[in-house]
T-cell receptor
């Protein structure tokens, strides 16, 4: 069974610090990886997608992918209280329909 | 770009009634739409995958006769919860992909409360 594992947290960081969120996945053949942010009571919002090994940066966010280790991470620089949310890691399931397998999410708390 | 809308955002109904939820991709043609359900403090649960013009593919344990999905066009999919009961109360969220996008973009969700 394909799985995506995340630490449920909460991960607490002070404002201005770097938050590091981690995710491992079981399907070695997965090709597409995504990070979504979900505020309480809201639907998920896409933050980053990454398809190749290495780093991908977008503003304060950096996604890192290591396919050999089956590991994907999200770094949030200069964390803000507004970043406090649950971060969902998602990995594509190779069905041809672009189904995603989601982790259970890591709750991030950024304190002022 | 990549905006997905849902309607209604919130619905309260009596037990035994049917409720229809619409999901629209506003600025791209969604070849595939997904329907999820999320109970409080739990993970997203995929209910079904629908491709335009085809029958939906339901996940194991999801009753296809209770949760009717129609994907009649590249911009619209509907989920009908038939004969809703209190245990169907949940947050229903659609997502869409296609039209050159590999990512799934989520709608804002519909909160269903069945009395």
């Amino acid at each position: 069974q394909k799985e995506v594992e995340q630490n449920s947290g909460p991960l607490s960081v002070p404002e201005g610090a770097i938050a590091s969120l981690n995710c491992t996945y079981s399907d070695r053949g997965s090709q597409s990886f995504f990070w979504y942010r979900q505020y309480s009571g809201k639907s998920p919002e896409l933050i980053m997608s990454i398809y190749s090994n290495g780093d991908k940066e977008d503003g304060r966010f950096t996604a890192q992918l290591n396919k050999a280790s089956q590991y994907v991470s999200l770094l949030i620089r200069d964390s803000q209280p507004s970043d406090s949310a649950t971060y969902l890691c998602a990995v594509n399931e190779r069905t041809g329909f672009q189904k995603l397998v989601f982790g259970t999410g890591t709750r991030l708390l950024v304190s002022p | 770009g990549a905006v997905v809308s849902q309607h209604p955002s919130r619905v309260i109904c009596k037990s035994g009634t049917s409720v229809k939820i619409e999901c629209r991709s506003l600025d791209f043609q969604a070849t595939t739409m997904f329907w999820y359900r999320q109970f409080p403090k739990q993970s997203l649960m995929l209910m079904a995958t629908s491709n335009e013009g085809s029958k939906a593919t339901y996940e194991q344990g999801v009753e296809k006769d209770k949760f009717l999905i129609n994907h009649a066009s590249l911009t619209l999919s509907t989920l009908t919860v038939t004969s809703a009961h209190p245990e169907d109360s949940s947050f229903y969220i659609c997502s869409a992909s296609g039209g050159g996008y590999n990512e799934q973009f989520f709608g804002p969700g519909t909160r269903l409360t069945v009395l």
